[in-house]
Each structure stands twice: as structure tokens, then as C-alpha cells.
């Protein structure tokens, strides 16, 4: 990995400026919430139930932790810990459809990007005011990172580990192929080109895998056309807030996936059914069978765990290239993060967990375990997190993040994003009549007046 | 003075009410979970009513508006072919005629007393007892182009894997589906088939009739009001599937399987369009209608 690329300046800084043009577009939406509540002074007490989602089993010995924590610090409180053995996807529609009917858990675990539509719905409380008398928030969270959640000018939850994302690739592959093993894409095309080359000289393995379609869930737009718009110059949405369907940029994005499935064939087309294709190629690309992928950093830690040789040997990292350029952005989040439901009836409580469990000691044990960077900053400098290079340059490269704004829509659009995407790979619609489909489904999903043309 | 008579319909009351009460509690259930939830579906498909956002916490009525998005949708025609296909393929054809072919076949073992009849009978109920979720999972474990056993023994034997769900994803759901759905059927029609006078054939014999016109002249004809029943549900049934197709291709690639219990699925869940979504179920309800009236209207005997 380029190391000057991923100089050790001050930590989010650019991310900052990145989170806050995002914030800049929610905040333009006037405020409409009520009061935030009140934090009680009295020491929490009663009982709540904690929910969250985990399928890798690293998460549960930190979330029983910060429940004993608590628990001893304060006898007469009682946690109900509700572990859901699902993906995000699923513990999501369960979720919401508990939480509209006035019901759910006092505290739960979901995306930061899910904060705009979960705070339109009235289902989880801001914690402005229960942040504002917890010192640490001020002390060690960033601006950046602190701005990353706010919605409408309230902050709905507290982030533990960001996200970040990595071009990731195989050097043994790309030594075999002829190319070199210290690859910095010079620009989006050169993606491909490379794959071709793998296609032609290491036949044995996939070349590059993009997801499209409903098969690649939110992959789909996160990990491949987000990232594309972007790197060819354009945006996703406008400073009015409005969506964007027809653009040059767009047009290119979708462009790249004709080339990739249909034209240079370079990506399997069982991406678009297999079920959740993710797991196939996130293990192929850690086994040595599958060329050039853009994932999670998160991802990085399960090869890591496996392998630990192999993967620093094997896996190169970088970050997206653009149209004109090398290794330039990459795409950032708050990651998972702990929201209060507003129904809840005990909020100080369900905040006293949040806070037990947001400490410097479990964010940074957490975090290089699982590997995110940290979001808290003293946790950030702990000597097991700073151990590992991938976590430093992890948190490196969200001085060159991208945020995708917070947007109450963002679910309708990456709807039509795997509808569009899904059928331009497939064959089924050219780029071209792609974009017009695409602004179609957008203008449908969300109506005329939320919908931009760009030329 | 005039003599006190109750009215008619005070004693159609007193003929009926023992049939009322027998009805009522089987009616008050259908009504609790079927009638109910229905035209909660139909009011809500009025309304732009959401999972998340603005909508989910100020749902509005918006008239037939979800139904005009519905109708210019341009998902909307491919989404009605691939149930057509669909259904005709999987549920009309496959399901009806191998459930069928099955009912018949064991039949014929029983009355010879082959020994592996009640293998073959429970081998293919098999299918059928497994929830549907596992039984799509298991097909995955098959058809994955990356992981599954087909082509971990296509490339045993050294041939390359096949893109099953990729080059054939409507043709590998229809056989999955087929598979799944055979078993009802040939139970439906067993019991029929053992409802046939046996003297019938035997009469038939006596006359000289084949094997073929046996079939033809007396099973098919006492089969008749069964067969539309069966076919009946398992149009229904097929129509309203989605959780085999959303574990196998999730109506992918592009929208070659997306079908219209899915396509709701998606709009209600992933979309998080609980007004939509619902429109999209009023219009399969209304469709499901429409197929028992036609084949209602078919079975009901000739006077």
C-alpha cells in the first residue's frame, strides 16, 4: 500500500470536511423535532433490553461486558441481552417492523446511516442532551465523527467503529499475471484492464468481482456504483438534496458494468444470483481465488484472523482510483452505532449502556479484533490498536473518505440502484437506456420534485 | 283472534342456526386472519404508508396513486410474464402432471403390493415436509456455481461448472419448485383415486378396454371436480410464492425470476413501502380471484 498516500496527519481530518458537506445537506431541512429529553441525575435503575445483531461472534463478549459493568456499578438495574444470530439486512426488517408498532428493544445496534429515516419515522430519541453531560463525547469523539450522526441538526447515536473501505487485491495473482505486486490503480480503467490481464494469464481464478443487482444487498450501491459515480467526477445527490438520475457520471458508472459482465466478462455473472454473494467472494479473494475487490475494511480482519502470514503477504489494499487518476478516495461511514428507541421506557438506563459500553478499553479491544477505526480517539492511541498497520492505515484513509449523505431516501434509491444495475449487467438494458431507467425508478420511488437531471 | 305465527325468516333461523354455529368459529378465524388482514392490505394500498421516513410517522392517503406507479411501472409487465411463466410452468404443468403421474404410478404399486411403493411415497412426501426455506437452501447447496454439489461433481469428473442459476434461472425454478410442490398433489389424487369404484375397471376389462382408455374413459373423468381443486390451490399457492425464489436467485439476474409476490416482498420490506407493497398484494388478490372463478366455473358439473 502507497504509504505517503496515507500519511499519519491528524486523524479524520479531511473525513471531517467530507461529513460536513454531507451534514450540510441534512441540515438544510428545517428542524421539526421536539425537545430533547431531559438525562435524570438519579443513578439508573429498572430494566432494559439491549438488541443487535452479530453472526461473527465478536461482538457478544463486549456487549456482556458493558451489561455486568453496569449492572455492578448499579445493583437495582437488569440487562436483557437479545443476541440475533442474522445479518443486518434481516435485523433490520424486524426491527423496523417492531419498532412501528410501538414496541422493540430500549436499546439497539444499526447502521449510522440508517439515523435520517429512523429519526423521520419518530422511532429513536436524539441524545443531545444525554451526550452533552457525558464529558467524553466532547473529549474524545471528533468533530468529524460527531457530525457523522447528526441529522437535522440532533445527534441520533454513538458510533463505536467507523467504516472505511479498501481496493483490495491479490499480489501472488498479480505476479502470475504479469502485473506488479505493489498495484496502484492508474485510474477506474486500469481496473479493468487488469482484470483482463488476470483473465488471460491466470485462468484458474476470477478475475475481479463488482455486485450488482438485489443479490449484492446495499454492496451493491456501498462497495460498487456509489464508489463509481464518484470516481468519474460525479455526485449521487445535489446541494438541494435532490437525487441525481441522468448524468454523465452515471451514465460512465453504468458503462463500467457493460464493460465488466458483458463486454471484457471479467466479472462472474453468478454475482447477480448467488445468495449473498459477498461471502463467496470475500472468502475467495482471502483463499487466492479472486483477483480485485472493493469491500469492507472490516473484512480484512477475517482473513487476518485465518492467516495472518499469508494475508500480510497476499492481500494488498488501496485506495479507489478515479477516471484521470491513481489511489484517491475511499467511502466512509459511522459504522454500527447504538440508537435509543423512543418508546423506551427507561432512556437513562438504556443511555448508561450505551455509555458503559462505549469506553476507551472495549472500542479499542473491539475495534482491533474487529478491524474499524476507532471512533473514539484515545482509543485510537492505545498500543493493541496502534500494533496493527491495516488499522492505522484504516484510519488513515478517512482523510480521503466520501460520505454518502444521511439521507431519509437513501434506502428507495439504492433500490433502484440494484434494480438498474442488476439489469445492465445481466444484458438486459444498455448503459444508456440504463440511466433513463435508473432516473424512471428514482423519480417513481421518490416523485418528480426529488429527482435532478445533470447533463 | 288472530293466531300468532312466527315469521319465514324467523324459522329459516331456527333451521339454520345449527348450521351458523357449526360455521361460526371456522368463519370467525378466516375472518381474523384472512378477511381482516385483506382489507387491511386494501386500505393500506390508499395510503403512501412507509417502514422509515416522514411517511412511516405521518402515513397519507394518496388515492390510486400506488396503483397508477403500479401500472406505469416499467418492472410491472416482466414481473406479470415471469409469473405466468412461472406458474404455468412450475405449478400447471410441473407440480399437477408429475403429482399426478406419481398418484397413479403408486396406485398401481399398491394394488400389485410392490414392496418399494412406500419408499418411493415417502421419498417423495420428503419434499414436501421440509420448510420451505430449508428446502431452497438445499437446492443453493446444489445449484451454486461456486460452492455446489452439482458442480463440485461436474468438475470431479473434470467437466467445467455450469452457471445453473445465471444461463436457467426461471427453468432451475420451475424443477426446484416442482419438485417441492409434486407431493401435495399426488396425495390429493390418491385419495381420489381410491374414492373409484374398482368395479368400474373391472368392467372395463370385461369390455376390452386398454390400459389408456381406462384411464381416459373412467380415472380422468371421476378425477375432474378433484383436479380443479388441486389446481385451483396450487395456482394460488405458486403465484403467492416467494421465499424459494428470494433464497435462490432473489429474482435475479437482472429481473428474469422476479415475480409478483416477490416484487411486493421487495417493495414492501426492502423498499420499505408498506403502501406500495400492499397495492401490488390487492392486485395478486384480485388475480388470485380471478383464477378461482375460472376454474370454478370450469369444474362445476354440466347439468
Known sequence: MNRDLFSRRSLLKNAAGSAGA?????????????????????????????????????????????????????????????????????????????????????????????????????????????????????????????????????????????????????????????????????????????AVQIKQNVPDVLPYALYGGQAGSSGTADHAFVPLVWAYGGEMINADGKWIGESAAIRKALDYYVQAFQNDKVVDQEILTTTKPWTAMREKLGS??????????????????????????????????????????????????????????????????????????????????????????????????????????????????????????????????????????????????????????????????LVATES | MATMTPGRGLIAWRRNRSLIGGLLPAASLLSLFFVAPAIWAIYTSFTNRALVGLDARHPRHVGWANYERLLHSPAFKTVLINSLVFVVGSAVIGQFLLGLALALLLDHGEHRGYRATPFVYGS????????????????????????????????????????????????SLIIVNTWRGAAFVMIIFQGALRTIPSQIYEAARMDGASAWQRFWDHTLPNLRQVAAVVLLSVTISTFGAFLLILTLTNGGPGTKTEVIALYAYHAAFQSRQIGYGSAIAAVMLGLNLIFAAIYLRVSSPKI
Not at chain 1, 298 to 326: C, H, I, Q, R
Not at chain 1, 354 to 369: G, P, R
Open chain 2, 124 to 171: 417423495v412426501l420428503l419434499a414436501w415436509v421440509n420448510p420451505t426455506v430449508i428446502a431452497g437452501f438445499l437446492w443453493v447447496a446444489m445449484f451454486d456455481f461456486y460452492y455446489g454439489s452439482l458442480n463440485k461433481t461436474l468438475q470431479f469428473f473434470g467437466l467445467s461448472g455450469v452457471s445453473w442459476l445465471g444461463k436457467a434461472p426461471m427453468l
Open chain 1, 22 to 194: 454531507a451534514v450540510a445537506v441534512a441540515q438544510g431541512f428545517s428542524s421539526a423535532f421536539a425537545q430533547d429529553a431531559s438525562p435524570a441525575a438519579a443513578p439508573p435503575s429498572g430494566t432494559i433490553t439491549v438488541s443487535y445483531p452479530d453472526q461473527a461472534g465478536l461482538k457478544p463478549k463486549y456487549v456482556t461486558q458493558a451489561a455486568e459493568s453496569l449492572h455492578s456499578a448499579n445493583a437495582g438495574t437488569t440487562i436483557n441481552i437479545d443476541l440475533e444470530n442474522v445479518g443486518d439486512d434481516d435485523f433490520y426488517t424486524k426491527l423496523l417492523l417492531a419498532l412501528d408498532s410501538g414496541n422493540g428493544p430500549d436499546v439497539f445496534h444499526m447502521g449510522g446511516n440508517s439515523a435520517g429515516e429512523l429519526a423521520d419515522a419518530g422511532y429513536i430519541e436524539p441524545l443531545d442532551a444525554y451526550l452533552a453531560e457525558w464529558p467524553d463525547w466532547a473529549q474524545f469523539y471528533p468533530a468529524s465523527v460527531q457530525s457523522s450522526v447528526q441529522y437535522k441538526g440532533q445527534t441520533w447515536c454513538v458510533p463505536y467503529g467507523l467504516d472505511t473501505r479498501f481496493l483490495y487485491y491479490r499480489k501472488d495473482i498479480f505476479t502470475k499475471a504479469g502485473l506488479p505486486s505493489d498495484w496502484q490503480a492508474a485510474n477506474v480503467a486500469d481496473i479493468l484492464t487488469s
Open chain 1, 288 to 449: 487466492g481465488g479472486l483477483g480485485i475487490l472493493f469491500e469492507g475494511g472490516w473484512v480484512y480482519g477475517g482473513w487476518y484472523s485465518k492467516d495472518k502470514a499469508g494475508t500480510e503477504a497476499n492481500v494488498g489494499y488501496t485506495l479507489f482510483p478515479t477516471e484521470s487518476g491513481g489511489p484517491s478516495f475511499t467511502i466512509g461511514g459511522p459504522g454500527t452505532c447504538w440508537y435509543i428507541n423512543a418508546a423506551s421506557k427507561n432512556k437513562d438506563l438504556a443511555f448508561a449502556f450505551i455509555k458503559a459500553f462505549n469506553t476507551k478499553d472495549i472500542v479499542a479491544a473491539l475495534n482491533a479484533e474487529d478491524p474499524h477505526p476507532a471512533a473514539r480517539s484515545d482509543a485510537a492511541e492505545t498500543p493493541a490498536f496502534k500494533a496493527q498497520q491495516f488499522l492505522l492505515d484504516s484510519t488513515a484513509s478517512l482523510e480521503h473518505a466520501k460520505f454518502i449523505p444521511p439521507d431519509p431516501n437513501y434506502g428507495k434509491v439504492i433500490t433502484a440502484i440494484q434494480t438498474v444495475t442488476g439489469l445492465v449487467a445481466d444484458g438486459e438494458l444498455s448503459a444508456e437506456d440504463g440511466v433513463k431507467r435508473y432516473t424512471d425508478e428514482l423519480k417513481t420511488a421518490l416523485g418528480d420534485d
